[in-house]
């Protein structure tokens, strides 16, 4: 752990006090007759960074936060333009925009620019609405991490604000959430941290949102311009591993086919999750000595006047990124990390013997906690789209993206493969609800199931699969592949290349940016999922879910992708907020920040200080707020995981308390759907610091019980 005495002001004295020690020990150096090696005082380049660009933004034109829209533009229903050749900065200007409204509600009644939102002042008090507010003037650093090749393993990038403080340096991660590129958490978490004037350590942590282009042999650079595959070589953010001579084979057989870095890298990049961010923490400390830090007397070389000891460092962001910023912390032996705020983290976990999950007093089956990701996903990509037509869940938000014939269709096969029972598609869809509330989905989610199966799921389970296996884009894995189509939902050319936009546009899983999910093995040939066999490709959902439960070789390749990434709950001590809405169907509390909790407190026993933050009338996607039947039931996360931070924050300097773990009640919006009230902070109770007796969450050591209650 690092010492608190060198934080803040008092730690800049300390930072002097050491720097005149470095250039004494620098003179000392020189004429010693001792060969064993000193420790290194100068600003050493870390050797996994590539080639690294620094551009400089003057928080007019330009700037890190918002791509130089404002909060105003950044809320606008017009994305900045593109041209027919867009240039890098159009790029990035979009690649912001769309990436910072993929994670929080960006209307007003919502909440943005008035309780959140890059105009909102960080310590409270009224918003700026002046048009352009919000933007942050600093020096953008990005490289790729790269594997002993050459090859980019990973997009790092750190931002530094001109208010960074020399005097209480701090650093705040903002690892990608999804297969985003690397400004996938731009306001998830690095609003907040530029907004408190720390530097940010982004990454894409090795999925990021790279796509090839197999017919033309196009990829994206680090910067999103194109390039030919061969000419880019390691410039390449991601090539897929094929020989020449397999990709004409392929591309014969299998046109207007795309390979995507998560899933056809064929690396399993998630076991290095927690490694890259550590390592834009390392970037970002490297980037910071650079910038400010005085030269040593007689070279060009940077001393070291920022570095772990002497430097706040919190581990935040959501979703994937939460979940790499936990196994950052968990891999973290250098004491390089001082605490973690995550929100709603994915995380594989190995369970510890006999921990059970109660809710109310009623334990869980040991089967609905604790699952892996691709075992619960691939459940629920199976099961979904019939439970959706359940009549208790009829008022889905999303269900007419659902096909109904289709998931009649669905449950039929289900119940054919002995998967539901039930004689008619009620009672089969009825069935199937039962069975994901079984699995450790909460009933919270129950109305969520129509819209992550239209959205999110099929995708997920395709692109785990594929990861996990570390197969290859040319084995077509359960028959799925990606590709443009035309109307009828069939591969086809469009009319314009996806690969010009897919940096700005693209989200790293398709259906994005005009490439979609296929089932080639549908009747009558290869078609959009949703179209295939009038059951949403029932026989390549059943293969995927077959990869969890039997034991081909396929399957025992997923099987042990899965091992290679599951993490450990020894966060060795750090102080630690998780933030997880109960209602979240696409990462469910059941198998990962409540088991997370409790096998914490089993491994790190008295030492721990982890407190989880169950929030009511919360799930996964912000972005989906603003719609209907989401708007009326569901409050921003985003308000609590920043919530998360500041009290972080306070604890970090100022050593106030952190909040006991609990459950958080806000209100829901209410009225009618797709016209809900605005949300104002009456809705939003704030973490408690004492929470009364029927809001805390408990771990009972002696029968090793994580206790929730309702």
């Known amino acids: ?145 790269v594997d002993a090749t050459g090859k980019a393993a990973a997009t790092l990038m750190v931002q530094i604000p001109s208010n960074f403080s020399q005097s209480a340096p701090c650093v705040v991660t903002a690892t990608s959430s999804g297969s985003r590129g690397v400004y996938g958490a731009v306001s998830a978490a690095g609003e907040w941290g530029l907004k408190r004037g720390c530097a940010v350590a982004y990454t894409d942590k090795g999925t990021g949102n790279g796509a090839h282009e197999l017919d033309t042999n196009t990829i994206t650079l680090i910067n999103g311009l194109t390039a030919n595959a061969v000419i880019a070589g390691n410039a390449s953010l991601f090539t897929a591993p094929l020989t020449e001579a397999q990709r004409t084979a392929f591309i014969a057989s299998n046109p207007f086919r795309y390979a995507f870095k998560n899933a056809h890298s064929q690396v399993n990049s998630e076991k290095d999750w927690g490694l890259y961010t550590r390592q834009a923490i390392e970037f970002a400390l490297w980037a910071m000595n650079e910038q400010f830090a005085p030269t040593v007397p007689g070279t060009s070389e940077k001393l070291r006047q920022f570095f772990a000891a002497n430097t706040l460092v919190i581990a935040s962001s959501v979703s994937n990124g939460g979940g790499a910023a936990l196994a950052a912390a968990e891999g973290d032996t250098s004491g390089l990390i001082d605490a973690v705020v995550v929100g709603e983290p994915q995380i594989n976990l190995t369970l510890p013997a006999g921990l059970i999950v109660a809710r109310g007093g009623v334990n869980y089956a040991s089967s609905a906690i604790g699952r892996p990701l691709y075992d619960y996903t691939s459940l629920a990509n199976l099961l979904q789209p019939c439970a959706a037509y359940a009549p208790a869940v009829s008022q889905s938000p999303f269900l007419t993206s659902v096909s109904a014939l289709s998931a009649q269709n669905r449950c039929g096969a289900l119940a054919a493969s002995g998967d539901v029972a039930g004689a008619d598609f009620t009672s089969q869809s009825n069935d199937a609800l039962a069975r994901l509330r079984a699995a450790g989905y909460e009933p919270e989610s129950d109305l969520l199931h129509a819209s992550m199966f239209a959205f999110a799921v099929p995708a997920v389970t395709v692109t785990y699969a594929n990861a996990y296996a570390r197969a290859s884009v040319i084995d077509n894995l359960c028959g799925f592949s990606f590709a443009t189509t035309n109307a009828g939902g069939m591969p086809a050319a469009a009319a314009t290349s996806p690969m010009l936009s897919i940096f700005a546009n693209g989200n790293g899983i398709p259906p994005t940016n005009g490439i979609n999910l296929i089932y080639n093995n549908a009747t009558g040939g290869p078609i959009n999922h949703l179209l295939a066999d009038s059951n949403f490709a029932f026989l390549g959902a059943q293969c995927l879910r077959q990869l969890w439960t039997t034991s081909n070789a396929t399957a025992l390749a997923v099987q042990a992708g899965v091992n290679q990434v599951r993490v450990t709950a020894n966060l060795r001590g750090k102080p630690t907020l998780i933030v997880h809405g109960r209602a979240d169907t696409l990462v469910p509390v059941n198998h990962t920040s409540r088991p997370y909790f409790g096998a914490n407190k089993i491994v790190e026993g008295a030492v721990s200080r982890l407190s989880y933050i169950e929030v009511l009338n919360a799930q996964h996607f912000e972005a989906f707020l603003p719609f209907a039947g ?81």
């Open 630 to 710: 989401f708007d009326t039931r569901f409050i921003p996360m985003h308000y609590y995981d920043n919530q998360a931070l500041d009290l972080m924050w306070n604890h970090l300097r100022s050593n106030a308390a952190l909040p006991p773990s609990q459950v958080v009640r806000p209100t829901a919006r209410g009225g009618t759907n797709g016209a809900a009230p605005a949300i104002t902070l009456a809705n939003l109770p704030s973490i408690s610091l004492a929470p009364a007796a029927a809001d805390q969450i408990n771990f009972n050591a002696a029968g090793s019980v994580v206790q929730i209650p309702n």
């Open 1 to 145: 752990m690092k010492s608190r005495s060198m934080r803040g002001p008092r730690g800049q004295r300390l930072s002097t006090i050491l720097l005149s020690l470095t250039v004494a020990a620098l003179a000392a150096c020189g004429s010693s007759s001792d060969d064993s090696p000193a420790p290194s005082v100068t600003n050493v380049r870390p050797a996994y960074l590539g080639t690294v660009t620094t551009t400089s933004y003057n928080g007019t034109s330009d700037d890190l936060l918002t791509g130089g829209l404002g909060w105003d533009g950044i809320q606008s229903a017009t994305a900045p333009a593109l041209s027919a050749s867009p240039t890098a900065s159009e790029l990035r200007r979009r690649a912001i925009y769309n990436n910072y409204r993929a994670l929080v509600d960006f209307t007003t009644n919502g909440g943005y620019g008035v309780i959140f939102g890059p105009n909102v002042p960080v310590e409270g008090g009224a918003p700026n609405a002046t048009p352009g507010a919000g933007k942050v003037a600093g020096t953008e650093y990005i490289a790729y991490s």
